[in-house]
Nanobody
Framework: QVQLVESGGGLVHTGGSLTLSCAVS????????MGWFRRAPGKEREFVAS???????TDYADSVKGRFTISRGNFKTVYLQMDSLKPEDTAVYYC???????????????WGQGTQVTVSS
């Protein structure tokens, strides 16, 4: 059983930065990949970034590549550093965990409750 709790969302101006955190409660930390997804108002949940269980392989959506960075911390935490934020980044951001993961939301078995990120223009 994997439990995920996101934090770090908030309101920021265009061009600003935020760091999201996801605290992971699991006995299988070293065996799971981690990911971030987001859902903007009126849109489907979309892939943002993922990181392998060893932390050496990352993947990013084209829309965030070069601006967002996903990383694994030392204490069962995964981070999403978001720089150069744009109004179109406004969404609820979700942390996800699974043995393999992928870009499809259906590939992930565990989800957090989400944290709101709002970027004002």
């Amino acid at each position: 059983q994997v439990q995920l709790v996101e934090s770090g969302g908030g309101l920021v101006h265009t061009g600003g930065s935020l760091t999201l955190s996801c605290a992971v409660s699991t006995r299988t930390w070293i065996s799971i990949a981690m990911g971030w997804f987001r859902r903007a108002p009126g849109k489907e949940r979309e892939f943002v970034a993922s990181i392998s269980k060893t932390g050496d392989i990352t993947d990013y959506a084209d829309s965030v590549k070069g601006r967002f960075t996903i990383s694994r911390g030392n204490f069962k935490t995964v981070y999403l550093q978001m720089d150069s934020l744009k109004p179109e980044d406004t969404a609820v951001y979700y942390c996800a965990a699974d043995r393999t993961g992928g870009r499809a939301a259906t590939s992930w078995g565990s989800w957090g409750q989400g944290t709101q990120v709002t970027v004002s223009s």
